[in-house]
């Protein structure tokens, strides 16, 4: 899998282990990445992989959330980001 060095800008891609650092570049690429990069790391990882990644993931905007809730056909309420974001309730978001 070829990562773009402009998403991992923070990183040394030289440096990245695609198993060891799995979580984070499923995290990156889903967050920040194009849908070609997502449907090349889903080729990559397996969709239950990415998937279990997903969801134990501290934070994912509303509208990645929203795409991996339809994407992975799981309830909004199985994922971790979504649980820390009801137990800490921000100001209203217009």
Request: proline share 2%; hydrophobic share 40%.
């Amino acid at each position: 899998m070829q990562l773009r060095p402009s998403l991992f800008w923070d990183f040394d891609i030289a440096q990245i282990d695609l198993l060891k650092h799995q979580s984070s570049v499923i995290e990156r690429i889903t967050l920040r990445g194009r849908f070609d990069e997502f449907n090349e790391m889903i080729r990559f990882y397996g969709k239950e992989t990415a998937k279990k990644s997903l969801l134990n993931a501290r934070y994912l905007d509303k509208r990645t959330l929203s795409y991996c809730v339809v994407f992975f056909e799981t309830a909004i309420t199985e994922f971790r980001c979504y649980k820390l974001a009801q137990s800490n309730p921000e100001h209203w978001d217009y």
